[in-house]
């Protein structure tokens, strides 16, 4: 199913009873004309404004709204579905409908260019194209799924993108795709730390992304901690321009994968007093809520605490913040950075990640000592 969204202003004295019947007799010429669509009038009000909504047994159906809006002019609103998926024919008939709609005598013409109806939503597809992305709603170019599951702690999706190749979607949050290596070197200090010899941690990370990029920088260890067995299976078949080699083995001369919560781990860390020159927290994006409260905002809180009781006086803690758009969460999270038992100093970078459609900021934090 496709579906188009059109907008177009009117004149004010349209929506008026006596002439709202007019402006509906005309549209329902033009959609019977234009569109070829031979079509029934089901309902029609004039209550707070109009709507009609034209069927035809073809398939096709038509739903026109009339508002009085908070601007100067009434909102007509126009959405056309129609089963014929793609159909070349039909959009050119679309195309003469907009125009002729926009020199009609009751559509106001304004000095800026109204809403564009293209392209259409689509429905009913095997799998969605479709994402939002701190509000907005992205088609992607998917061509097919790699791999779809439910693992036991989250759904697991991996995409195939022709221009980002495999995207890794977890419970249909896009985490990272084949193209996003700007992520892995932001989130590791962005080629200006020295790992030679260092003791490095790593929680979450299941793409593999951040252990195939630091095991050949000369790390001591490097431990990744990653619950979930079933994304680095996925990963390691599906995301190999991510992880490369690098998930073939869970350990290997200088790093380990350990499968399990790493909440546990960092309890033993913190009672065995162990310390990491390094922690990596590519757990989860900082939450974007109203307030810096519920399980989310917990998780991180504990996760903050500690690391810092197990990262070296000298260390550094990198994670990924969020959207820049989302500066409200931002602020909530650098607010949490001062409630923290020791105190710390920050620093963030915004980074463009390829498939994210937009800036991304991540942190480094230290012991203020």
Request: hydrophobic share 35%.
């Amino acid at each position: 199913m496709d579906t188009w969204l059109t907008e177009y202003h009117l004149k004010p004295e349209c929506l008026e009873k006596d002439k709202a019947a007019d402006l509906i007799d005309e549209l329902s010429t033009l959609i019977r004309k234009v569109l070829g669509i031979e079509s029934e009038l089901v309902h029609k009000s004039f209550n707070n404004g109009i709507i009609a909504f034209f069927t035809a047994k073809s398939g096709e159906t038509v739903l026109l709204r009339g508002n009085k809006s908070v601007n100067l002019y009434p909102l007509l609103t126009i959405d056309i579905s129609t089963p014929k998926i793609d159909d070349s024919c039909f959009k050119v008939q679309l195309s003469e409908f907009n125009d002729k709609i926009k020199k009609m005598s009751f559509v106001e013409e304004l000095k800026t260019p109204g809403f564009l109806p293209w392209p259409s939503l689509k429905r009913g597809r095997l799998f969605s194209k479709y994402d939002l992305l701190t509000g907005l709603l992205v088609e992607r170019d998917f061509k097919g799924v790699h791999f779809d599951d439910v693992s036991p702690y989250q759904h697991v999706r991996i995409m195939d993108s022709p221009q980002y190749g495999g995207c890794l979607f977890l419970d249909n949050d896009l985490n990272l795709s084949e193209s996003d290596l700007e992520y892995t070197r932001a989130i590791t200090g962005y080629d200006k730390e020295d790992y030679k010899d260092k003791n490095v941690l790593i929680l979450g990370g299941g793409d593999g992304g951040i252990l195939h990029y630091l095991r050949d920088r000369g790390p001591s260890m490097i431990t990744m901690i990653d619950i979930d067995q079933m994304v680095i299976d996925a990963a390691k078949i599906h995301l190999r321009g991510i992880c490369h080699d690098a998930l073939d083995s869970l350990s290997g001369e200088n790093y380990e994968v350990i499968v399990d919560d790493c909440v546990k781990y960092l309890k033993k860390y913190v009672a065995e007093k162990k310390k990491f020159d390094y922690i990596i927290n590519d757990l989860t994006a900082i939450p974007v809520s109203t307030e810096p409260v519920g399980d989310h905002w917990d998780f991180l809180r504990l996760i903050l605490s500690m690391s810092m009781k197990v990262l070296k006086n000298d260390g550094k803690y990198f994670t990924q913040g969020n959207s820049l758009l989302a500066q409200n969460a931002l602020a909530m999270y650098e607010t949490q950075l001062e409630k923290l038992e020791c105190r710390v100093k920050y620093t963030k970078k915004e980074v463009c990640v390829p498939s994210y459609l937009e800036q991304w900021v991540f942190y480094t934090i230290w012991k203020d000592s």
